[in-house]
């Protein structure tokens, strides 16, 4: 199904900070935005690459660890830039974002638009909820998200 703007979360919410993502996408989600389809995924790359199919913008939400302060955010086009496979290759997901990204430009499949929302996550423990740094992360992300496809609408 071909999609203009699609918004990822990516993660797996029953480990800590790396529910981030979802989190994101659940409340973009519940703003039922027009012209904008909100996916959730646990972020293999094979998965984000199938979703990403024919769509013309593309946000990607993703806890990641770089040594950043928790709850650090950082944008990044990814069309002008790679991803640093330190930071956002390998986490909980097989093959994760930095991998799906690099696929999809290899492939000639990348999206004319397509932007990472990274969060510096402290915790990956199992059954943990967010911590309080990405918790207010998650908040400054959905509202920065929310005015950026407000403006593409």
């Known amino acids: 199904m071909s999609v203009q703007t699609l918004v990822i979360g990516v993660g797996n919410p029953a480990r800590g900070d790396d529910g981030a993502g979802r989190a994101v996408a659940r409340r973009l989600g519940e703003q039922a935005l027009p012209g904008v389809r909100v996916v959730e995924t646990e972020g ?3 998965s984000v690459l199938s979703l990403m199919e024919g769509a013309q913008a593309v946000y990607l939400i993703d ?17 002008q830039a790679d991803l640093p496979q330190a930071a956002y290759g390998l986490s909980s997901h097989r093959f994760g974002l930095a991998e799906a990204v ?18 510096e996550a402290a915790s990956f ?18 509202e920065a998200l929310s005015r950026e496809l407000k403006k593409e609408a």
């Open 63 to 79: 806890a990641c660890v770089s040594g950043a302060c928790a709850g650090e955010i950082r944008r990044i086009d990814v069309t």
């Open 44 to 46: 293999d790359a094979t």
């Open 102 to 119: 690099a696929l999809a430009k290899i492939l000639q499949r990348l999206p004319p638009r397509c932007i990472v929302y990274a969060i």
């Open 125 to 142: 423990d199992m059954g943990a909820p967010l911590s309080t740094s990405v918790g207010r992360a998650v908040d400054a992300v959905v």
